[in-house]
């Protein structure tokens, strides 16, 4: 079975910094696009960052140039770097990855259970 799981999360100071990890397991034969999206309470579901698998990166305008997205692909793995952080950064992170399983011949998207950053002085 493939999962995704975040860690990284807690609580910081408005100016820290944090790094997420999410790490994909299980059978897998290709993963293409890794994505972070957040959800503040409320409020929509949103993408923050994506990164795709020649490493072109995205970032909502929202964290451009505080926040950076990378993979690490013989770990199946995406961080986020999160820099200069805001009380509304504050959200809980999801990490979404396009999979191929090797049980499967299509890509489907996967979605971690999210992992809690606030950022409160």
């Known amino acids: 079975q493939v999962q995704l799981v975040e860690s990284g999360g807690g609580l910081v100071h408005p100016g820290g910094s944090l790094r997420l990890s999410c790490a994909a397991s299980?059978?897998?034969?290709?993963?293409?696009?890794m994505r972070w999206y957040r959800q503040a309470p409320g409020k929509q579901r949103d993408w923050v960052a994506i990164?795709?698998?020649?490493?072109?990166?995205y970032y909502h305008d929202s964290v451009k140039g505080r926040f950076t997205i990378s993979r690490d692909n013989a770990k199946n793995t995406v961080y986020l770097q999160m820099n200069v952080l805001k009380p509304e950064d504050t959200a809980v992170y999801y990490c979404?990855?396009?999979?191929?399983?090797?049980?499967?011949?299509?890509?489907?998207?996967?979605w971690g259970q999210g992992t809690q950053v606030t950022v409160s002085s």
């Open positions: 990164i795709e698998r020649n490493n072109s990166t």
């Open positions: 979404n990855a396009a999979i191929r399983p090797q049980t499967e011949i299509t890509t489907t998207n996967y």
């Open positions: 299980g059978s897998i034969s290709d993963i293409t696009a």
